[in-house]
Nanobody, 127 residues
Framework: QVQLVEAGGGLVQAGGSLRLSCKAS???????????MGWFRQAPGKERETVAV????????YYAGSVKGRFDISRDSGKNTVYLQMNRLKSEDTAVYYC?????????????????WGKGTLVIVSS
């Protein structure tokens, strides 16, 4: 099975930045058109939601409206790693952030199309 290891979570003040990383244990094929990696989050009492997703081949991206303009997802195929740069963090960004991989038909609905999930990394934004 593919194993995903997330890192970079922690406590940050509102307005600050964090950079999350997720490394996949297996080789990622850059020519697989549907393959994607993404970040999802779940806050207490809330459903898990898509934050940002990127197609490995081509680099098409999707961002949730609540993070668009503040977060940036990127990939490093040589390291089998995806990153999430989070800027201008807000208290409502507090959640457990999960990395996932799969071949979703729709990036917008990727939360339902991922096959492998990481254990999550906690991000707490204090006011």
């Amino acid at each position: 099975q593919v194993q995903l290891v997330e890192a970079g979570g922690g406590l940050v003040q509102a307005g600050g930045s964090l950079r999350l990383s997720c490394k996949a244990s297996q080789r990622i094929y850059r020519d697989y058109e549907m393959y994607a990696m993404g970040w999802f989050r779940q806050a207490p009492g809330k459903e898990r939601e898509t934050v940002a997703v990127i197609r490995w081949s081509g680099g098409d991206t999707y961002y949730a409206g609540s993070v668009k303009g503040r977060f940036d997802i990127s990939r490093d195929s040589g390291k089998n790693t995806v990153y999430l740069q989070m800027n201008r963090l807000k208290s409502e960004d507090t959640a457990v952030y999960y990395c996932a991989t799969g071949d979703p038909q729709s990036l917008q609905r990727a939360v339902s199309g991922m096959n492998y999930w990481g254990k999550g990394t906690l991000v707490i934004v204090s006011s």
